[in-house]
């Protein structure tokens, strides 16, 4: 009884996903059309470039890691009240944290640590001016991105660079790699880290005491208080969770991408995850396990992009159209039944 | 440094004024009537993109400037009837937009002009310069209407029974509402016009100030502008002044990159980061309190 319960809850949110899904390549294919191009050649593309191969499944996998990371971030924020949108600049840290640190520690584990660590401390200040100082997190996270874009690319430029090679950094030591799952493939141990690290969230918000705490503070924060939750505390802790994913991303992005595992000029491998991040975050419902596969969808399209643009010729930027179409058509309020209701008045 | 370098300094971060401090004024209308939009670097994007399509279909700079003006306000009817009058989230939309408006310029760039990422506007369908001196240091016409526009902006908003409305229904709704004050239709309006600016500083950075459509045009612009609004404390006059300050660092920091000298005392990019820091103590309270109207940003329902 309970369980189907829970799961007509679960139903409605992943319907106006998949009609907010459907809506992107839909008018995506309607710009397409315009433009002169053959949306069914695209989509052919874009479906065989991703999921058609192995190595297709692989990229797919592959990209949605950090994109899952960088959503988790944003999920937090959202359940427990707050828009966190500083993944981006986070996961610049986490990136050039884990070069630095395998510089001196040629250990994988020693990488992940240290985009963890950097993840949770570059997310404080946000939070602290959250907090003491009623400062919105849309404002301050915002801020801090572009702060982190400058300060990592002084380092990537002058501290870190690469003598052999100006157009990145040092690369990740060899022994400090994340071990590849396909071999010749880019998909590495980073896609597991991901899924397990939603997992391990999904458990701490939804089977803890502090998840709890968190969420109960996101839903209403006065009777929160008024339990006894203190909502200071939740804050901090949402934001320093959503750091240590994102710092986890940028770290997975260098350690476990081939060939260069480097940070690549003007920050352009490890840049706009943390944007994408949110809107897998919105179509995965702000949930952990919704993320997996919104997060995966999202991989797919990046990964399919490429082959799309060599055999359909379509701009590979096509992509982010969709996809930001799909988030405006997730933020209308009631989709569904504005949807339902267009329907209905057609068949009258 | 000596004359003409201040004056090449000054005349560039006047030029750099212009677009941030024309989407902070319609930024600080917007928030005045109690709508947040975080979508402005996408207006930006789409209006520099459009802007130029329809300045050199005229062969005229101004139509350009038009045209990313009617641009902006096609986004803000839509931000404007999902926030507005759906009552939905006011930051996702612009989350989508934003990234919608990197997608579509790169996309377009590629579809109709068919090259790679960027596009350079024909002198005919550019905005001639009111000034122009030997070294290539130049003033647009543009800078006169901005400041003009933060004036008029700031006597609408506090001098004038409409300006009285559009704070009345960001501040306090329901007092509004219960003096016949149509809620909704302010906030619309105010979103417009917002729009509107966003989509005039679009068109200006493309058929003007750089004279190119690129697939970055904006470069975080639209955040710069938002980061400006709250360093004003929601005064369009002072958006002018925190926008000349915002130019100036990135002048600046251009400045040190290209000085051999400097360069290797202070690193540009610590230069760059001084806007967003200075933003930070700023909003933080610890030069003056920053208070965004008390309904920024929340749906307003009728009971």
């Given at each position: 009884?309970?369980?189907k319960?829970e799961?007509?809850?679960?139903?409605?949110?992943?319907?106006?996903?998949?009609?907010?899904?459907?809506i992107?390549a839909?008018i995506g294919?309607?710009?397409?059309?315009?433009s002169?191009?053959s949306?069914?050649?695209a989509?052919?593309?874009?479906i065989?470039?991703?999921?058609?191969?192995?190595?297709?499944?692989?990229?797919?996998l592959s990209?949605?890691?950090p994109?899952?990371?960088?959503?988790?971030?944003?999920a937090i924020?959202?359940?427990?009240?707050?828009f966190?949108?500083?993944?981006?600049?986070?996961v610049?840290?986490g990136?050039?944290?884990?070069?630095?640190?395998t510089?001196y520690?040629q250990n994988p584990l020693?990488?992940?640590?240290?985009?963890?660590?950097?993840?949770?401390?570059?997310?404080?200040?946000?939070a602290?001016?959250?907090?003491?100082?009623?400062?919105?997190?849309?404002?301050s996270?915002?801020?801090?991105?572009?702060?982190?874009?400058?300060?990592?690319?002084?380092?990537a430029?002058s501290?870190?660079?690469?003598?052999?090679?100006?157009?990145?950094t040092?690369?990740?030591?060899p022994?400090a790699r994340?071990?590849?799952?396909?071999k010749g493939?880019?998909?590495s141990w980073a896609f597991i880290?991901?899924?397990?690290?939603?997992?391990?969230?999904?458990?701490?918000m939804?089977?803890?005491?502090?998840?709890?705490?968190?969420?109960?503070?996101?839903?209403?924060?006065?009777?929160a208080?008024?339990?006894?939750?203190?909502p200071?505390?939740?804050?901090?802790?949402?934001?320093?969770?959503?750091?240590?994913?994102a710092?986890?991303?940028?770290a997975?992005?260098?350690?476990?991408?081939?060939p260069?595992?480097a940070?690549t000029?003007?920050?352009?491998?490890?840049?706009?995850?943390?944007?994408?991040?949110?809107?897998?975050?919105?179509?995965?419902?702000?949930?952990?396990?919704?993320?997996?596969?919104?997060?995966?969808?999202?991989g797919?399209l990046?990964?399919?992009?490429?082959?799309?643009?060599?055999h359909?010729?379509?701009?590979?930027?096509m992509?982010?159209v969709?996809?930001g179409i799909?988030?405006?058509?997730?933020?209308?309020?009631?989709?569904?039944?504005?949807?339902?209701?267009?329907?209905?008045?057609?068949?009258? | 440094?000596?004359?003409?370098?201040?004056?090449?300094?000054?005349?560039g971060?006047?030029?750099?004024?212009?677009?941030?401090?024309?989407?902070?004024i319609?930024?600080?209308i917007?928030?005045?009537?109690?709508?947040?939009?975080?979508?402005?670097?996408?207006?930006?994007?789409?209006?520099?993109?459009?802007?130029?399509?329809?300045?050199e279909?005229?062969?005229?700079?101004w139509v350009?400037?038009?045209?990313?003006?009617?641009?902006?306000?096609?986004?803000?009817?839509?931000?404007?009837?999902?926030?507005?009058?759906?009552?939905?989230?006011?930051v996702?939309?612009g989350?989508?937009?934003?990234l919608?408006?990197?997608?579509?310029?790169?996309?377009?760039?590629r579809?109709?002009w068919?090259?790679?990422?960027?596009?350079q506007?024909?002198s005919n369908?550019?905005?001639s310069?009111?000034?122009?001196?030997?070294?290539?240091?130049s003033?647009?016409?543009?800078?006169?209407?901005?400041?003009?526009v933060?004036i008029?902006?700031?006597?609408?908003?506090?001098?004038?029974?409409?300006?009285l409305?559009?704070?009345?229904?960001?501040e306090?709704?329901?007092?509004?509402?219960?003096?016949?004050?149509?809620?909704?239709?302010?906030?619309?309006?105010?979103?417009?016009?917002?729009?509107?600016?966003?989509?005039?500083?679009?068109?200006y950075?493309?058929?003007?100030?750089?004279?190119?459509?690129?697939?970055q045009?904006?470069?975080g612009?639209?955040?710069?502008?938002?980061?400006?609004?709250?360093?004003?404390g929601?005064?369009?006059?002072?958006?002018?002044?925190?926008?000349f300050?915002?130019?100036?660092?990135d002048?600046f920091?251009?400045?040190?990159?290209n000085?051999p000298w400097?360069?290797?005392?202070?690193p540009?990019q610590?230069?760059?980061?001084?806007?967003?820091?200075?933003?930070?103590?700023?909003?933080?309270?610890?030069?003056?309190?920053?208070?965004p109207?008390?309904?920024?940003?929340?749906?307003?329902?009728r009971?």
């Amino acid at each position: 009884m309970n369980l189907k319960n829970e799961l007509r809850g679960y139903v409605k949110p992943v319907a106006e996903s998949v009609l907010a899904i459907l809506i992107g390549a839909f008018i995506g294919a309607l710009v397409l059309w315009f433009s002169g191009y053959s949306p069914g050649s695209a989509y052919y593309w874009l479906i065989k470039g991703s999921l058609g191969s192995t190595d297709g499944i692989a990229e797919t996998l592959s990209k949605s890691a950090p994109l899952i990371l960088t959503a988790i971030t944003f999920a937090i924020g959202a359940r427990t009240g707050l828009f966190n949108i500083g993944a981006e600049g986070t996961v610049y840290f986490g990136a050039i944290a884990a070069i630095i640190v395998t510089q001196y520690l040629q250990n994988p584990l020693a990488g992940i640590l240290a985009g963890l660590f950097i993840g949770a401390l570059w997310a404080l200040p946000a939070a602290v001016l959250k907090v003491y100082r009623g400062v919105h997190e849309v404002i301050s996270t915002i801020m801090f991105n572009w702060i982190a874009f400058f300060l990592v690319s002084w380092l990537a430029v002058s501290v870190y660079y690469n003598p052999k090679d100006p157009n990145s950094t040092l690369p990740i030591p060899p022994g400090a790699r994340l071990p590849l799952l396909v071999k010749g493939t880019s998909l590495s141990w980073a896609f597991i880290i991901a899924i397990l690290s939603a997992v391990v969230v999904f458990v701490v918000m939804w089977h803890t005491k502090l998840g709890y705490e968190l969420r109960t503070s996101g839903q209403n924060p006065r009777a929160a208080e008024y339990g006894g939750i203190n909502p200071k505390r939740s804050a901090i802790w949402s934001f320093v969770i959503g750091g240590m994913t994102a710092g986890l991303a940028g770290a997975g992005i260098v350690m476990g991408t081939p060939p260069s595992y480097a940070i690549t000029q003007g920050l352009a491998n490890v840049y706009g995850y943390g944007f994408d991040g949110i809107g897998v975050s919105l179509v995965g419902r702000n949930h952990p396990l919704g993320i997996i596969f919104s997060g995966i969808l999202f991989g797919a399209l990046s990964a399919g992009a490429t082959a799309m643009q060599q055999h359909a010729h379509v701009p590979l930027e096509m992509i982010k159209v969709i996809e930001g179409i799909i988030i405006i058509a997730v933020a209308v309020p009631g989709l569904l039944d504005l949807f339902a209701r267009l329907f209905r008045r057609g068949e009258a | 440094m000596n004359e003409a370098m201040v004056i090449s300094l000054l005349l560039g971060s006047l030029a750099a004024m212009v677009p941030i401090a024309l989407t902070s004024i319609g930024a600080v209308i917007s928030e005045r009537a109690g709508v947040v939009n975080i979508g402005y670097e996408g207006i930006l994007m789409f209006s520099a993109f459009f802007g130029a399509m329809f300045a050199e279909l005229a062969g005229n700079g101004w139509v350009g400037i038009l045209g990313g003006a009617f641009i902006g306000l096609l986004f803000g009817v839509l931000h404007g009837i999902l926030t507005v009058y759906l009552k939905g989230d006011h930051v996702i939309p612009g989350i989508g937009l934003n990234l919608l408006g990197y997608g579509a310029v790169a996309f377009g760039i590629r579809a109709y002009w068919g090259t790679a990422g960027q596009h350079q506007v024909p002198s005919n369908a550019q905005i001639s310069p009111l000034w122009m001196d030997a070294f290539g240091n130049s003033l647009s016409p543009m800078v006169p209407i901005t400041i003009a526009v933060a004036i008029i902006a700031w006597w609408v908003l506090f001098k004038t029974p409409f300006g009285l409305r559009i704070r009345a229904v960001g501040e306090n709704p329901e007092a509004a509402d219960a003096l016949g004050i149509n809620v909704e239709l302010y906030r619309f309006t105010a979103v417009l016009i917002a729009s509107a600016l966003a989509g005039v500083a679009g068109a200006y950075l493309s058929v003007d100030w750089l004279g190119t459509v690129t697939k970055q045009i904006a470069a975080g612009r639209g955040f710069i502008a938002l980061a400006n609004m709250v360093f004003s404390g929601w005064n369009p006059i002072i958006a002018l002044g925190g926008a000349f300050l915002f130019g100036f660092f990135d002048n600046f920091a251009i400045y040190i990159q290209n000085n051999p000298w400097l360069a290797g005392t202070i690193p540009w990019q610590f230069i760059a980061t001084l806007p967003y820091v200075v933003t930070l103590i700023v909003v933080a309270g610890i030069i003056g309190k920053a208070r965004p109207p008390k309904w920024d940003g929340r749906p307003y329902k009728r009971e």
